[in-house]
């Protein structure tokens, strides 16, 4: 049985902006996040395309840049104060998608507009997970709040 007890809530407050041809999808959403010093954002949605990507496949460790000509299908993640965890589907000109975890090292090709969703009442931060052994999220409330 699932236990949830550690789910907590917070009102939202949405952003949208929009990158223009060159810019670097993770550096901005960083940049941005930074910016407005927010702690605990979640993507809603990104329409775009890219020209250059680099990614980390399942289970393998290793970035991989990709280059040519990309629609950004869907980009969801968490970013907070200091990092992030960022997936993305990405397709080509044949339509063949792909899809993994996304890093800096992108550039825009026409556009990427993205919607974000910050919650005020929480802070997002990572820390290493004795079951996954990776760095998780960890959802706490904001003590400012």
Known sequence: ????????SSTARFYALRLKP????????RKFVNANNLRAVSIVSVVGSLTKALLRYANTGVWS????????????????????????SLSDRTGKTTGAHFGVGSSVYTTAEITLAEFPDL???????????????????????
């Not at 299908?73 to 968490?78: P, R």
Request: hydrophobic fraction near 35%.
């Open 123 to 145: 802070s997002f931060r990572r820390e290493l997970c004795s079951l996954s052994g990776w760095e998780e999220l960890t959802v706490e409330s904001r003590a400012d709040a």
């Open 22 to 29: 060159g810019q670097d999808v993770v550096e901005e959403l």
């Open 65 to 88: 840049e990709i280059s040519g000509h990309f629609e950004i299908v869907s980009l969801v993640g968490t970013i907070d104060e200091k990092g992030e965890h960022l997936h993305i």
């Open 1 to 8: 049985m699932s236990d949830y007890s550690n789910a907590l």
